[in-house]
């Protein structure tokens, strides 16, 4: 399993931006999907955007569409999410997570992202975004 450390989170005010970061080892990164998910209290864990081992696509739940931008640096194995314009209701701890290996790509991407908060998972332990309004 991909091992993660994410980082940059923090405390902002509504209509700012952070990027957070997610390093990782033990595996093999551009050999996986990868993407970011989020939990708040007293709402179900939700993904927010995935993205390809070749960056050819990304995936975004449609409250990020716009605001949002995933990227991934395979040579440094690091994965990122910028997050611009934020919202109050984008205030969670958020995780970044290996929702598949590359060969499962067919199967679509917000398939594969979705799945990953279907299930069980060793989730890393997050950073926490808070956004006052």
């Known amino acids: 399993q991909v091992q993660v450390m994410e980082s940059g989170g ?3 005010q509504a ?11 033990g595996a093999t990164f551009s050999d996986y999907v990868m993407g970011w998910f ?11 955007s995935c993205i390809t081992s070749s960056v050819e696509k990304a995936y975004y739940l449609d ?23 934020l919202k109050p209701e984008d205030t969670a701890r958020y995780y970044c997570a290996a929702p598949a290996p590359r060969g ?9 992202c979705q799945r990953l908060t279907w299930h069980s998972y060793n989730w890393g332990q997050g950073t926490q975004v808070t956004v006052s309004s």
């Open 10 to 12: 923090g405390l902002v």
């Open 38 to 48: 989020r939990w708040a209290p007293g709402k179900e864990r939700e993904e927010v």
């Open 104 to 112: 499962e790509e067919n199967y679509g991407l917000r398939f594969l």
């Open 63 to 85: 409250s990020g569409k716009g605001r949002f931008i995933i990227s991934r640096d395979n040579d440094n194995n690091t994965l990122f999410l910028r997050m611009n314009n």
């Open 15 to 25: 209509g700012g931006s952070l990027t957070l970061s997610c390093t990782t080892s």
